[in-house]
C-alpha cells in the first residue's frame, strides 16, 4: 500500500462510516449516546491503525484484512471493529473473532492462521490486541511488590485457541516470567 492508496482508503472510509452512522441514527438503530462514540471513535481508531507502521512488523496482513473491508463498504462490520476497545474483565477479554464465517474458515484453514487477511480492529479477538493487552498485564504484573513471577496460560477447543494461547505465553516469557502451559485444551474455569 502506497501513502497515495492510504489517503484515497481513509477519505472513503471517513465518508463511509459518517454516512453509515448518520443514516443509523437518523433511522433509529442506534441511539445519539451510541452515535458520538461511534463517530468520535471509529474512523480515529481505524486511521491510527492503517497508518502505525509496527503493525506490519506484527501482523503483515491485517491492514489488508481492514482496507478490504472499506474497498467493499461494510460500514457496519468497520464500525463495530473499530468504535472501541475490547472489554477486559473478571474473565479476561471477551469479544467476536470475525465477522463472518468466511474470516473464520479463512482463520481456522488457511496457511496464515490468526494473522490471515481479515477485517480485525480493537473490538475485535486479534492477534494485535492479545499481544497488547498481555503486554498490559505483563507490565502490571512485574510492577507488583513483590513482582510477580509465574503465570498459566491455558486455551479452549475455540478456532486457533492454542495459536493465540502460544502468543501469550511468548510475551509473558519476553517480560521474564516462568510459564504454566497447558498441553491440551482446556474449559476455562480449570486455568
Not at 452515535?35 to 496482513?61: C, G, M, R, V
Request: glycine content about 10%.
Amino acid at each position: 500500500m502506497s501513502l497515495k492508496n492510504i489517503d484515497e482508503i481513509l477519505k472513503k472510509a471517513e465518508q463511509g462510516i459518517t454516512g453509515f452512522l448518520n443514516d443509523s441514527r437518523d433511522a433509529g438503530r442506534i441511539d445519539d449516546q451510541l452515535y458520538q462514540i461511534a463517530l468520535d471513535n471509529t474512523f480515529a481508531k481505524l486511521k491510527a491503525w492503517l497508518e502505525d507502521p509496527n503493525i506490519d512488523k506484527i501482523s503483515p496482513n491485517l491492514k489488508k484484512g481492514i482496507v478490504d473491508a472499506v474497498e467493499a463498504g461494510r460500514w457496519e462490520q468497520l464500525v463495530n471493529a473499530f468504535r472501541q476497545n475490547v472489554r477486559f474483565g473478571t474473565g479476561g477479554i471477551r469479544g467476536m473473532m470475525a465477522f463472518d464465517k468466511a474470516s473464520i474458515e479463512k482463520m481456522k484453514d488457511g496457511k496464515d492462521g490468526i494473522k490471515s487477511d481479515f477485517l480485525r480492529g480493537p473490538n475485535t479477538i486479534n492477534d494485535l490486541v492479545m499481544l497488547m493487552t498481555t503486554a498490559g498485564v505483563a507490565k502490571f504484573g512485574k510492577a507488583q511488590k513483590p513482582p510477580l513471577e509465574k503465570v498459566v496460560v491455558g486455551y479452549d477447543s475455540r478456532v486457533r485457541g492454542h495459536d493465540f494461547a502460544r502468543a501469550v505465553a511468548e510475551v509473558f516469557l519476553g517480560y521474564g516470567y516462568s510459564v504454566y502451559f497447558f498441553d491440551a485444551p482446556c474449559p476455562y474455569p480449570e486455568v
